[in-house]
């Protein structure tokens, strides 16, 4: 039966502007042909092309974000797909399968069924300047809006590797893009069993809000694995292949992974054993959240009609588990409050056999949570005024909170302590200051306290408390 | 094709003394009939028994705990089941099914498949002494043997569940035990999508090491959950009700729950809406650790011909989660050093279609992680000699780590702070202090601090180091 509801409950795309010129900065780079939103800021200079939005543009297009405005991750050129061609790209599933099988798009559109959901990509290294702050990271610096979220169409992975059939001592699925880089195509792998479990809704997908995937997004089919870091979702797809061991492309040993956090630089490029501890890889998120409201250097003035400022930012967890609460402190945590969230996703489970985009809203059955939530709690002006600073701490369903410290690794991932917004008083007006500002854009309390030749590792924001703590 | 090694290399139980006395102490108790190891832990008074073993003792066992040192929870009395009546007991599959269904022992002997696999059991309120030691909790004070291993022999309830055919609207499953409360029987819920994938393992279970389950751990039938806190994993079964919302059984709402740190016993008791967030409560387990070696109050004399003393202790997560390693710190946080983790229940893995205990070992295509592990690191005594302390720290492969911060809420729940042992120079020899000892056994440091008045809530262990950092 078909339920469908009038009017449309869930949240649709915003606005989205199609970017039809290439920019000055890309002229003349190996991706010539791809238009670009200017608002982007690059993380690792001209090229490759590895960008997030400013937090507060990010944040303001609501739960779903513009495929301009997406967070991307390339490691080396675009793939240039003409649209003429995208039917006949082709991509294999090959390996441990009874019926090996090469697909075209045109197949893939034709003889699967199709569903619709949104999904939250986050980049392993979203908040990493903050690390690379205390100590740098092997990383480029991501600030905190590595992350973005669309309306994902495609086939279920599931019943492409079901149509080849396994074969016995299959575990993994490994995937490769049609990006050449120095080190081969960029691949890696997720467990079979994974791929298997509808509750994880790892789907090969072919349109992002409605429209083909754009070319830095994978043009014309790239894997969409929910609730895992986003250097998991291949794009550019041309390969699936089954296995008994995960990946050894390059990029899936040497890249996405936390080793230990006493393993330096120089340890790590010594000894190979770190990288081949699959322990190591990083595949679920883990728990986190930011501040997007009140923005960097945005100032405030407590004079206005206003008795309370809101403070508003985002939360998202791993593995399909929901974040459970999101709670603030202006005591550096020796008291919180309980900050009101919004699960946006939720709207979309109330719809049944209802189509979107050409494909089935496969959300009313499953119960694991694929997206960001937003917060927010009105805060008295007075207390702000009393207030040194904002921190901001989530839990999940694993009931596994935000850690004040810092886990720093050689890497620089996943970093998901208490995310700190500094509140400097200026007479009647508040003037707030985040940890880091992305890329090499100056601003930021860690700097400063990084300039003052103050210590940051310490897990005390610099304000050397723990240090005396710690027996000489 | 069956496989069979030899020998076997996966762990056995430890060797089991079934105790056949009743103690003194439970004389004259409803549980008059229930023979009990006196070497167990009493945590509330006589009667009902809740009791964990001494964590040396329980740590010694290996990977497997014996029935009679196996942490205990009980409500009320223990229902009484005669060996000649076991295979009579019945219970029912019932509520949104197609073919409701009354069910025997004998039946579910005779007509199911029957599998067999470790799973470690952890109580919500494991490590609870600590959260006491901060501000006194609605629960009582378990030590950090608030968990134990088995081998549980049973049918899948997935199968049980199919058999009866759910109907369309069907989410949770409803468990009721047989034990008489105040508040009618213990029950609860679990998602039925949890019960139908097999990744999660939730068994009713008959057997435990190879033998009928004992009357303190459910005879003759129990709900076995793993990765989920044991309250989930109702005792003596006589319902199972698959319903389209949660349990609204007493238990279910009132305990196993985390509210949020700032409710307090008073607002707790004034508003129930607390307590009808399910965000709020507790399935799968956190991740967590503590040593157990050094024990508490234990002497080592520096003097001695070995040089190192290894430092040795368990882990765990949830949700099927693997540790994915432990660190040991000297110096508070500062730096920390990579333990060595050993994963018994991966031996269990080798072996295809072998039957252990009238049961298949289903473990060979299960990836995920149902039991605790151990952990050791051998430490130069010099080290030792100039440290304060030492803290543990694990994380799993959701990338969250244990924090540094007390998780403080009202029932007093899910420890999982940095499990922190101090160190006392005596001349040449160390003295180990652990945070608390169970129930009202005195000793441990956070007593010490609390009863000099120190404050214990700002998260450095009553050293005062936070709150002189905190805006006054």
């Known amino acids: 039966d078909c339920i469908e509801k009038d009017p449309i409950q869930y949240a649709l795309p915003p606005q989205s502007a199609t970017p039809t010129l290439v920019l000055e900065l890309d002229q003349g780079t190996p991706d010539s042909h791809v238009p670009r939103d200017p608002r982007l800021i690059r993380l690792t200079g001209t090229h490759p092309f590895n960008v997030e939005a400013p937090l507060t543009e990010l944040f303001n297009e609501g739960f779903l974000t513009s495929p301009e405005l997406f967070y991307v991750r390339n490691h080396g050129a675009v793939p240039h797909v003409r649209d003429e061609d995208v039917l006949d790209w082709e991509f294999t599933v090959e390996g441990m399968v009874r019926k090996p099988m090469k697909i075209s798009v045109r197949q893939l559109l034709r003889d699967f069924d199709q569903v619709t959901y949104p ?3 986050v980049c392993a290294g979203n908040r990493r300047k903050e690390q690379n702050m205390v100590r740098k990271s092997k990383g480029f610096s991501w600030g905190a809006a590595g992350l973005s979220t669309a309306l994902f169409t495609g086939v279920p992975l599931k019943e492409l590797i079901e149509h080849a059939v396994p074969l016995k001592g299959a575990r993994y699925v490994c995937m490769e893009g049609a990006d050449k880089l120095p080190n081969g195509s960029y691949g890696t792998s997720v467990k079979l069993n994974w791929v298997m479990d509808p509750n994880r809704g790892i789907m090969l997908a072919h349109k992002m809000n409605g429209e083909m995937l754009r070319p830095d997004h994978g043009k014309p089919i790239r894997v969409v694995i929910p609730g895992q870091i986003g250097g998991r979702s291949v794009k550019w797809l041309k390969r699936l292949i089954v296995t008994a061991t995960p990946s050894d492309n390059w990029y899936h040993t040497y890249d996405n992974r936390i080793l230990p956090t006493m393993v330096d630089p120089d340890e790590a490029a010594k000894n190979p054993a770190w990288w081949k501890d699959e322990r190591y890889a990083i ?89 960001w939530c937003f917060w927010s709690l009105p805060i008295q002006i007075s207390e702000l005024l009393d207030a040194k600073d904002i921190v901001v701490r989530a839990m999940d369903e694993s009931m596994n909170v935000q850690p004040r410290d810092m886990y720093w690794s050689v890497l620089g991932m996943m970093n998901n302590c208490w995310y700190r917004v500094l509140i400097h008083r200026e007479e009647h007006r508040l003037h707030f200051e985040h940890p880091t500002q992305p890329a090499l854009i100056p601003g930021g309390w860690m700097e400063r306290a990084k300039k003052s030749g103050r210590d940051l590792t310490d897990g005390f924001w610099g304000e050397g408390v723990l240090s005396a703590a710690i027996p000489e």
């Open 119 to 121: 999904v939250t990509l």
């Open 283 to 371: 595949y679920d998120l883990s728990t986190n959240s930011a501040i997007a409201s009140p923005a960097h250097d945005e100032i405030f003035d407590t004079q206005g009609v206003s008795k309370s400022y809101t403070v508003k930012g985002y939360a998202y967890s791993g593995g399909g588990r929901r974040i459970t609460r999101v709670e603030l402190s202006l005591d550096r945590g020796k008291s919180w409050k309980l900050a009101n969230v919004g699960y946006a996703e939720d709207r979309y489970r109330a719809y049944e056999n209802h189509e979107l985009f050409g494909g089935r809203l496969d959300m009313s059955w499953r119960e694991t949570c694929f997206c």
